[in-house]
């Protein structure tokens, strides 16, 4: 098959929403330099970021958002190429699926491709019992521009897509831990979020979807995610996956008797 010419070719941007991100935004951004076109939002940020993102030829938009999904559709917004790959601060995209990507884009139609995401806790690849707020195996990363848009929701907002591609093969890597406290923390910080959108949109999950979760999220993370496979990183998974619908009740509960 022929190689595409300068008129037909597709074109790339990777996408990159940050806050606060020096330490990792500079291997970020180098492992995205086989797109055409780089850009970064910067949310609320007081650090070096901006510097290290204009160093590495990004565009840079800088703001305040309060929801995750707003700050995600104003940089797809400044997106102006044909496909787009969203990546964050701490992922790194391999030889591979940079070569993958670049490759799909110019025989596929239009649509949304799930791109799946190696998850290291510390130094170590954790590849089973992933989900359910913990993170992902898989994510749709990538898209052709007009064919994804976030929801409003603070933290993991809701999606709207074209049509479903399939998967790549190759993965980001995804630096999602240090340890098992930052997991902790991580899932913390979420459950606030969430607790927050929950009292907004007066959908708070009963004490009873928080309790009944406990056991079937527990269960889905380590037996049919194989989290098992993990040992303790397994065991923790499926406990963290098993807490959050009951933790966001719990603090959506205090969010309202303090409005009262």
Same mark, same amino acid.
């Given at each position: ?20 991100? =020096? ?49 995600? *559709?104003?940089?797809?917004? +400044?997106?102006? /190429? ?8 701490? =992922?790194?995209?391999?030889? =591979?699926?940079?070569? =993958? ?59 709207? /897509? ?37 009292v907004d949109k007066d959908q708070?999950?009963?004490?009873? !979807? ?13 037996? !049919? ?15 963290? +996956? ?17 409005? *009262?």
């Open positions: 098959m022929s190689s595409p010419t300068d008129s037909t070719r597709k074109t790339l941007t990777c996408l990159v929403v940050a806050r606060n991100e =020096e330490a990792m935004l500079e291997d970020c951004l180098a492992s995205l330099s086989f797109s055409d076109r780089i850009v970064v939002v910067l949310d609320r940020t007081t650090d070096g970021s901006k510097d290290i993102a204009t160093a590495a030829g990004a565009h840079v938009i800088e703001g305040g958002w309060e929801s995750e999904g707003a700050r995600r *559709n104003t940089g797809i917004d +400044a997106c102006e /190429t044909d496909w787009v790959l969203e990546v964050d601060a701490d =992922e790194r995209a391999t030889p =591979e699926l940079a070569a =993958e990507v670049t490759g799909f884009i110019q025989t596929s139609p239009n649509g949304i491709c799930l791109v799946p995401i190696l998850n290291k806790i510390g130094d170590r690849m954790v590849r089973q019992g992933w989900g359910a707020y913990n993170g992902a195996a898989s994510a749709p990363r990538l898209f052709s521009k007009g064919d994804k848009v976030w929801g409003p929701e603070r933290v993991h907002p809701s999606l709207e /897509t074209g049509p479903k591609l399939g998967s790549l093969k190759n993965g980001l890597i995804h630096l999602v831990d240090r340890d098992l406290s930052d997991l902790i923390d991580r899932m913390n910080r979420y459950t606030d979020l969430m607790a927050q959108d929950a708070v999950p009963t004490l009873w !979807a928080g309790l009944r979760r406990i056991f079937s999220r527990g269960w889905k993370s380590y037996i !049919a995610r194989k989290g098992y496979r993990e040992g303790y990183y397994g065991v923790a998974l499926a406990f963290f +996956a098993a807490s959050y619908s009951l933790l966001i009740h719990l603090k959506a509960r205090e969010i309202q008797d303090r409005k *009262n």
